[in-house]
């Protein structure tokens, strides 16, 4: 989460209420995916380290030890003196996108677990949980780099992107700052129908979400592909009473309220399948495997 006003103001916070009933049951009738169990969660949690190069390196072994394929798997360098954005792809049936990201960076005071190893390390698992079985999108997992820094990585990323390879990408999906609490999403700056999509899936999964939107205090990666027109939405945990934490010496491990953290990551894999079978028009099948 980059926090760029050095006055914290209040957060807007919402209640979100949404009822899909009976069509959220049936629409996730047919999402199938896997869930790794909550110990793996938490030790994934705990690999952290206090050296971003470690984290790039550590969610670049988790990638491969999720069944990320090493032709699958790249590093995408932005300078030399930052640790290089990790991709890992997960091949669809069709070349249609949804692209999935984390920061790996953190501020240098406190441990930055909250802000961000909770969503970077939950990249790999996502990863897992899709593996399922076959989907027709194809999945682009992206650690980005020096998010604290500007949104540095994602910026880059997204600027390196053709027109025609944005033009294909049907969603961005950012997890900032997980584990604080029950799940949020930032509404105000999400595609509209990705946030019906998670208020489908939630619902289906009976599994909490709110919104509280952050625009007067912070941003995050998803705006870097907001301003190319992609599809966003933002994931995260920040409520006005848990905001003091970021960037502070109380970003640690202590923050996280695990059964709130597993929470998220359920819900999080079952949106994105749910995301994959609602999302754009997925039409030409792949040619090349
Ligand atoms: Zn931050």
Redesign the pocket.
């Given at each position: 989460?980059?926090?760029p006003f050095k006055f914290r103001r209040t957060l807007i916070a919402v209640v979100f209420s949404v009822s899909f009933g009976l069509f959220a049951t049936s629409a996730l009738a047919q999402i199938e995916f896997r869930t790794l169990k909550p110990d793996e969660i938490q030790a994934r949690l705990q690999s952290f380290s206090e050296n971003n190069d470690e984290r790039e390196a550590t969610i670049k072994r988790l990638f491969v030890a999720s069944g990320c394929k090493p032709d699958h798997l790249t590093e995408q360098w932005v300078t030399k003196k930052l640790p290089p954005n990790v991709i890992c792809i997960l091949p669809g049936e069709t070349d249609r996108i949804i692209l999935v990201g984390a920061?790996t960076d953190?501020?240098e005071v406190g441990d930055?677990v909250v802000?961000?190893w909770s969503g970077a390390s939950l990249l790999p698992s996502l990863l897992y949980s899709l593996s399922a079985k076959p989907r027709q999108h194809t999945f682009v997992f992206v650690g980005f780099t020096a998010?604290?820094e500007g949104m540095v990585g994602s910026e880059f990323y997204v600027a390196k992107l053709t027109k025609q390879q944005r033009s294909i990408m049907d969603g961005m999906v950012n997890l900032?700052?997980l584990g604080l609490g029950p799940t949020k999403v930032w509404a105000s700056h999400a595609d509209k129908p990705m946030l019906e999509a998670l208020a489908r899936a939630a619902d289906g999964m009976q599994l909490s979400i709110g919104a509280v939107n952050f625009e007067q205090v912070?941003t995050?990666d998803s705006e870097s592909f907001a301003r190319f027109r992609i599809p966003r939405i933002t994931i995260h945990t920040i409520t006005q009473q848990t905001w003091p934490i970021?960037?502070s010496k109380k970003d640690t491990l202590k923050a996280i309220r695990i059964d709130d953290y597993y929470a998220s990551y359920r819900l999080l894999a079952g949106y994105l399948a749910l995301l994959d079978s609602s999302l754009g028009q997925p039409a030409a099948p792949r040619k090349d495997h």
């Open positions: 989460m980059l926090c920061h953190h501020v930055g802000d961000n998010e604290e900032d700052t912070g995050t970021l960037h």
